[in-house]
């Protein structure tokens, strides 16, 4: 009961009791209702101190979790706030191999099995986070806009999937029953595979004070990560990463140029419940032909997006070029591809994390770094209801 209600009987109460309380002599029968009356309003008393103690302890609970600092990236140590502290060990760690006391707490290392054997890597740490998004976004391309997925291990993941787009809810009126119905399904079991990558850097650089540690991580690090993502997720690896490209159900075949009636048939081809955040996949050479392509109406079919960014859109569906899509000059090219990229699951194990390894190149006086992470990557596209369709080249008739 809530604590309005509560007050409001025993206000009623109360008012029932005051004369009584008041009166010089009460009858037998009197006597019996005061009774009664105090014995309702004590309970109501009892009741209201417990309702009263859940609302303040609910308040706290709420109080606690709105002044919960952000959950931060497990390289943080938890706390959000040392931001400066995580960068000042990180870089102790790239220039000199090993952590001071000072800064041992700020820096997550972790023992992860590369080239068969284990290796102390660093978790970049999340302080590093917004130099890493820039990364992906820059050079991610289709990287930026799959569903993530973040899992603690990389044991072998049962994905289940389900085609219910064609299915409904009912009526049930009185007397009828409902009819199960089989739903399509479909699984399949998903691992996790380790990617690395290697750079040197001279001894001299790492030791000068100018070493520009944020360029070493956004621009070397960050940018083939994002560079592998956007690749693998286009065209899969063979092992762990699905090809979104492959997935695609080809559904329009041009053996020429691709035309605006192609782009028209291929939007009509794509599932209705796929609409809503569908973009176009296509490499720069495609692109620059479509910006010569025009509608019935003599207008050119690329068209500003709704950031207003220039030849970015095509019938309302944003653009996203990929360096890893086909062009148009190859007979079977899935040349352009129009796909809900929500329904493409990036799986990611832990974070981008760094090995230093002094001794290789040592007799050269330079410092190897090594990246590694685990990822995978997974498809849900329905051949009868497809998320992804592509425009095929066909072969002159």
Do not use: C
């Not at 019935?296 to 500003?304: E, F, H, N, S």
């Amino acid at each position: 009961m809530k604590i309005s209600q509560i007050n409001e009987q025993r206000n009623a109460l109360l008012t029932q009791i005051a004369p009584l309380a008041r009166a010089e002599k009460l009858s037998p029968e009197q006597r019996s209702q005061y009774d009664a009356l105090v014995s309702d309003l004590e309970t109501l008393t009892d009741d209201l101190e417990r309702a009263q103690r859940a609302e303040s302890i609910e308040q706290e609970l709420r109080s606690a979790t709105t002044n919960r600092p952000p959950r931060s990236n497990p390289s943080s140590n938890g706390d959000p706030n040392n931001a400066e502290a995580e960068q000042r060990a990180f870089r102790e760690y790239i220039v000199k191999g090993r952590l001071s006391e000072e800064n041992r707490s700020h820096l997550r290392l972790e023992e992860r099995d590369v080239m068969g054997s284990e290796n102390t890597t660093a978790v970049i740490p999340s302080s590093f986070d917004p130099l890493l998004q820039i990364a992906v976004k820059s050079s991610g391309g289709i990287a930026n806009f799959v569903n993530v997925l973040n899992t603690s291990s990389g044991d072998p993941l049962k994905v289940a999937d389900a085609d219910a787009s064609s299915l409904f809810f009912t009526n049930l009126t009185e007397g009828s029953a409902t009819t199960p119905v089989n739903v399509p399904t479909s699984g399949k079991s998903v691992g996790a595979s380790t990617y690395t990558f290697a750079t040197v850097v001279q001894n001299q650089l790492l030791q000068d004070s100018y070493f520009d540690l944020n360029a070493f991580i956004s621009n070397v690090f960050g940018k083939v990560y994002a560079q592998t993502l956007a690749k693998h997720i286009t065209l899969g690896d063979g092992a762990n990463f699905d090809s979104l490209l492959s997935s695609a159900v080809s559904k329009v075949t041009t053996a020429g140029a691709v035309t605006f009636e192609n782009l028209i048939d291929l939007v009509g081809s794509l599932d209705d419940s796929q609409e809503n955040g569908a973009k176009f996949i296509l490499s720069r050479k495609v692109w620059a032909s479509l910006m010569k392509v025009k509608d019935g109406d003599g207008r050119y079919v690329l068209q500003a997006d709704a950031n207003g960014t220039p030849y970015n859109s095509i019938l309302g569906f944003d653009i996203v070029r990929s360096p890893f899509s086909p062009d148009d000059s190859t007979v079977g090219n899935r040349a352009v591809v129009l796909a809900n990229p929500q329904n493409y699951t990036l799986r990611r194990v832990g974070g981008l994390g760094i090995i230093r390894l002094s001794e290789i190149g040592a007799l050269s006086l330079q410092t190897t770094f090594m990246g590694v992470y685990r990822a995978a990557g997974y498809t849900r596209v329905q051949t009868s209801n497809p998320s992804a369709v592509a425009l095929t080249i066909g072969a002159a008739s």
